[in-house]
């Protein structure tokens, strides 16, 4: 007969798996979180690429592609973490850790003083979710009705937040325009030179966007909360399950389980390890890129890294919005787009300025254009809270010529 202490052990093990029990469970409802982790396969092929020192064009390559289930990844444990350390704390750690992926690529380039990949990828992350993936949105939503509707108040504040977004980038360049040359002084330039007031003059700027981007959380998650609750609501009925084309029982089972805080942290610090890694070897691998394909530093930068960091979130947006729900999709497209602009773009700016490295909010005459024009558009869409095919085929559009232009754009400095 066994002893009552055993029998107590033996209960206790009952009721609580063992650690590999619940490292396989983490590990099931990780890989089945998205349909995109069969691109997983990539990872380690892309570290070897790189660790092996492939071509170029295998390492930056297969890494893009491996850096895309990794941001589905970090997406799903945050909103996993979120789960457990409440509504407000949860909210800071999406609007953080919802766009880690851009944060690392941004940094790692920033360390090794990119700073025009670095700048081209926040400006092709706004415009990429404000016309590409918005415009793809009111198009798949829109095809098969006559128009749909969204939450006016929520896009009319969103849209003005871009508005002064674009002010923080427009003012520099105007700045810089209104400047007079600076004069060598025994071949340097003299303190207070163009370069140095414009430095100076970003990082004040950032500061102030990072305070209203903290003010606007303040705004959606204590003061004006009930504005956001659809949103939220749409999100709580398991709003990342409809947007995959999984939706069998099994599959519903699952989703009544999810990550403890532990859990989530792990896969978190796992995904983020190898984010890191990946794009470390994609961005070394840039400058080979450009000589041998005669693509520009800033369409690659514009265009193609963009994709990597928002492609889970673009499929979500897309489905989303053929489910009618917009407000979900409008939050998902231009509060990325608004994170973006008032919160990373701000924060790789003092991140430079703790490394030393020369990053500030001066884009060229044309980009900052292409900024105002872009915004411009999105805001004519989406101020009367109703949209129709047309007008994503409008903004899709918009991208396209954007594209374009940028594909023909020869690379600059970032002071001329």
């Known amino acids: 007969m066994p002893t009552l202490n055993e029998n107590l052990a033996l209960l206790g093990r009952s009721n609580s798996p063992s650690f590999k029990t619940r490292a396989i469970d983490t590990l099931v409802l990780t890989l089945k979180s998205s ?78 003083n990119q700073v025009r990949i670095v700048q081209a990828s926040m400006l092709g992350s706004i415009l990429s979710n404000l016309l590409l993936v918005l415009g793809c949105c009111f198009i798949a939503g829109g ?13 009319q504040t969103m849209s003005s937040l871009m508005a ?49 981007y903290i003010l606007y959380l303040v705004f959606q998650l204590k003061t004006h909360k009930a504005l956001f609750e659809e949103q939220a609501q749409e999100a709580d009925d398991g709003i990342i399950t409809a947007a995959l084309p999984q939706v069998t029982e099994d599959s519903q089972k699952e989703k009544g389980k999810h990550l403890n805080v532990f859990s989530s942290l792990t896969v978190l610090l796992l995904a983020t390890i190898l984010v890191s890694l990946c794009a470390d070897y994609l961005v070394g691998s840039i400058d080979d890129i450009v000589e041998s394909s005669g693509l520009s530093k800033t369409f690659i930068g514009l265009i193609v890294i963009p994709i990597v960091g928002n492609a889970a979130e673009h499929v979500t947006a897309i489905i989303v919005a053929m489910k009618d729900k917009m407000d979900l999709a409008i939050g998902v497209a231009v509060g990325s787009s608004l994170q973006i602009a008032i919160f990373v773009t701000p924060f790789m700016v003092l991140i430079g300025w703790v490394i030393d490295v020369p990053m ?46 940028f594909f023909y754009y020869p690379d600059v400095g970032i002071s001329n």
Request: hydrophobic share 55%; no cysteine; charged share 10%.
């Open 360 to 405: 500030s909010l001066y884009f060229s005459t044309f980009e900052t254009a292409v900024m105002v024009v872009s915004v411009f558009i999105t805001n004519l869409v989406i101020l009367d809270g109703e949209s129709n095919w047309l007008e994503g085929a409008m903004l899709l559009s918009t991208y396209l010529i954007v594209a374009l232009a």
């Open 35 to 112: 349909p995109v982790n069969y691109l997983l396969v990539f990872v380690p092929l892309g570290l070897a690429a790189g660790y092996l020192q492939w071509s170029a064009n295998a390492i930056f390559w297969i890494n893009f592609v491996a850096i895309v289930p990794l941001a589905s990844i970090l997406a799903f444990a945050t909103e996993e973490l979120a789960e457990d350390v409440g509504e407000t704390v949860g909210g800071l750690l999406n609007a953080t850790f919802g766009n880690a992926v851009e944060l690392i690529v941004s940094i790692i380039a920033l360390k090794e």
């Open 143 to 155: 095809i098969t009705r006559v128009q749909q509707t969204f939450n006016q108040t929520v896009a």
């Open 164 to 212: 002064l977004s674009t002010a923080g980038l427009l003012i520099p360049a105007a700045f810089h325009a209104s400047l007079p040359s600076p004069k060598p002084k025994n071949g340097f330039p003299e303190p207070g030179s163009s370069d140095d007031l414009i430095l100076s003059l970003s990082r004040g700027v950032s500061i102030i966007l990072l305070v209203v």
